[in-house]
């Protein structure tokens, strides 16, 4: 895959795309039903559609599906997936991929939904939305969803009682929000908001338009109050605002209702244990050859136990999934193909380490807080673990060995980051704890702690993954030779959480940085005390997020530097300043080793459908940036024999 780096925002979103396809589609007393999917034609002919030139933006967005790589398709088929939870109906959003603005393949901005963008010194920000763009429902997508968004949701006090969300708010300084004209609205601040685009853009969108036209039958602004009581009473809910709240979830589709302008509709209401999306009539995406996107008619998600769901695509269950496989099913998976009918391909994982051990640096344990605050004991962890044992025995020598950081194909990789203190070296390791003061050790080898306590010290997970036990079995191994005893204990995710804010958990396993292909105009939030999850600083990152009202001010001074760069990055006008800052922060997090990355660059099994085309042999598999799939367009993804499998 290409260096992930994003060029200077202004002149990539500034760029108008083609115009040919559109200029190509222009109504006719007799449409063309040639271009149309099939699966239109009778509504088109009897007028309960219009023909495609009709239901089109001026200009749409055109996808050279050759120059990417691929071939035009052809229309029809369903796609079948496979997921393990109710609420992975998102992942039609995040497939899906359409957004005010995307990330491409070489991780640069460009317009989607939107026509173009305007920005001027990372502060004002002009959107022009496509003409006669439409809602999956046929209604205008105009600048009134975006006033109505900002005027009556994110400024509304029973919507968000503190203000606007944060992503609008610089140095306390919520947008000034302009409409221009009919397709033409502008934010603007007096000081720089550099991740405004960058959140847009996201796998899990920042959104910030509503369709209006649907959402004013629930808003007590617009609707009628007997008719608005009524619906309150029949969904069940406390007032309107909490209906309001429920009818508009777009990023988890549970309101077939609610018009959409991604590329499938859903037609389920949960709860269900089978889902349909169909294809958006108004979707404004079309290839080169003037088909509108998406090729596919329809995606199916079946939901089931989420441990089956390896056996069931070994079976030939699903033409497209990655989706809760592991690298440890490969095997299995391979030797299915024939049987299946499909393909395993191999992907790189996006993270900065498909394992991370994050020592709790606000653990309510003072022997073990202090110990763990001291740089040398992380160090000293990190270069006790012998990672080529480890990826030979788990992943067969096919990861690498590296600490928890970006990698190749983000614009800030550097090898220094990579490698520091991710060698084994276990003299070393014995050295730094020496001088940390844990010099002393029991009849068993083990080291005592400054307060006379056995260094024994438990590692908990989410229990989700054998792959992790076993790492964390070998690593235990590797531990007990420098005199550190481990334990591993598994529990769930969500009591892991609960567990490290609370500061009971002292060292978890957790997967590195979510995103390991950042580019200096991605937020660098990840590397800076910024919340509560971060399991290395919970109370530290809660400072941070609530403005000092809760948590603790960081104690260490690395830690205080970063909350400072981060905020520094957000005040940053230039492409070349933020790329400064982001360096700085990986420098320090490489050298301070907040988290110890053991493995990195694994592969993600993709099975794929041998009817599937347009599908990359080769990609990268990562929620941030990409959207997983999103990245690579799913909606030119087609099936060879038009028909798929229902």
């Known amino acids: 895959m290409s260096t992930m780096a994003i060029r200077p925002l202004l002149i990539l979103l500034a760029l108008t795309l083609g115009l040919c396809a559109a200029r190509a589609q222009e109504p006719s007393a007799r449409p063309d039903l040639t271009l149309e999917p099939p699966m239109f034609v009778d509504q088109v002919r009897v007028g309960e559609l219009p023909?495609?030139?009709g239901r089109l933006p001026d200009p749409p967005r055109v996808i050279n599906v050759a120059a990417r790589g691929g071939e035009p398709g052809r229309?029809?088929?369903?796609?079948?997936?496979?997921?393990?939870?109710p609420r992975d109906i998102r992942m039609i959003t995040i497939y899906g991929y359409a957004r005010l603005v995307v990330f491409d393949e070489n991780g640069r901005l460009v317009p989607d939904i939107l026509e173009k963008v305007d920005v001027e010194e990372s502060r004002v920000f002009t959107f022009h939305l496509r003409r006669n763009h439409r809602w999956s429902d046929g209604q205008p997508f105009t600048a009134e969803d975006f006033r109505y968004w900002w005027q009556d949701v994110a400024t509304n006090e029973r919507f968000n009682p503190g203000g606007p969300p944060m992503q609008m708010v610089v140095d306390g300084e919520k947008a000034r929000f302009e409409v221009i004209d009919a397709t033409t609205v502008r934010y603007s601040w007096s000081k720089p908001n550099p991740g405004f685009l960058p959140?847009?853009?996201?796998?899990?969108?920042?959104?910030?338009?509503?369709?209006?036209?649907?959402?004013?039958q629930f808003h007590q602004r617009y609707a009628d109050p007997l008719k608005l009581s009524a619906l309150v009473k029949m969904e069940r809910v406390k007032d309107w605002g909490a209906l309001h709240d429920r009818m508009s979830r777009s990023y988890r589709p549970e309101n077939p209702e609610l018009p959409t302008l991604g590329p499938w509709v859903p037609l389920t209401n949960p709860p269900a244990e089978f889902f349909v999306f169909r294809r958006n009539p108004f979707f404004h995406r079309v290839d080169e050859t003037g088909r509108q996107l998406p090729y596919i008619d329809k995606i199916t998600m079946a939901i089931g136990t989420s441990s089956l769901i390896p056996a069931k695509v070994g079976a030939g269950g699903a033409d497209l999934?990655?989706?809760?496989?592991?690298?440890?099913n490969y095997t299995f998976l391979k030797e299915g193909?024939?049987?299946?009918n499909y393909t395993v391909r191999l992907w790189e994982q996006g993270v900065g380490a498909y394992v991370a051990i994050v020592p709790n640096l606000n653990a309510n344990d003072p022997g073990w807080r202090d110990v763990l605050r001291d740089v040398r004991v992380r160090r000293a962890l990190s270069v006790g673990i012998n990672r080529r044992d480890i990826n030979q025995v788990i992943f067969f020598g096919l990861g690498h060995e590296g600490a928890n950081t970006v990698i190749p194909g983000s614009a800030l990789y550097d090898s220094k980051y990579d490698t520091a203190w991710a060698?084994?070296?276990?003299?070393?390791a014995n050295r730094l704890l020496d001088e940390a003061g844990l010099e002393q050790r029991d009849k068993d080898g083990i080291r005592l702690l400054p307060d006379g306590r056995r260094a024994e010290i438990t590692v908990e997970t989410a229990g989700e993954s054998t792959e992790e036990t076993d790492i964390m079995e070998l690593v235990g191994d590797d531990w007990r030779k420098i005199g550190i005893k481990l334990h591993v204990r598994g529990t769930q995710r969500d009591l892991l959480r609960r567990g490290v804010i609370a500061g009971n958990v002292k060292m978890s396993v957790w997967q590195g940085l979510d995103n390991a292909l950042a580019s200096p105009d991605m937020s660098p939030v990840e590397l800076a005390p910024s919340n509560s999850m971060q399991f290395q600083w919970p109370l530290w990152g809660q400072y941070a997020d609530t403005g000092g009202r809760e948590g603790e001010k960081?104690?260490?001074p690395a830690a205080a530097e970063l909350s400072g760069l981060a905020e520094r990055w957000r005040q940053s006008k230039t492409g070349e300043e933020r790329e400064a800052i982001w360096k700085r922060m990986l420098e320090i997090n490489a050298d301070q080793v907040f988290t110890i990355g053991v493995i990195n660059r694994t592969s993600q099994p993709v099975v794929v459908s041998n009817r599937l085309r347009n599908v990359p042999d080769v990609g990268i598999y990562s929620f941030e940036p990409g959207a997983y799939f999103g990245i690579y367009l799913p909606d030119t993804f087609w099936f060879d024999d038009a028909t798929g499998k229902e």
């Open 51 to 53: 023909p495609l030139a």
């Open 321 to 328: 999934q990655a989706r809760y496989l592991r690298f440890d």
């Open 554 to 556: 960081p104690a260490l």
């Open 199 to 216: 959140s847009l853009a996201a796998a899990q969108p920042f959104t910030i338009a509503m369709p209006a036209h649907y959402m004013k």
């Open 423 to 428: 060698q084994y070296d276990p003299a070393l």
């Open 337 to 340: 193909e024939e049987r299946g």
């Open 75 to 85: 229309y029809g088929g369903t796609l079948r997936m496979l997921m393990g939870d």
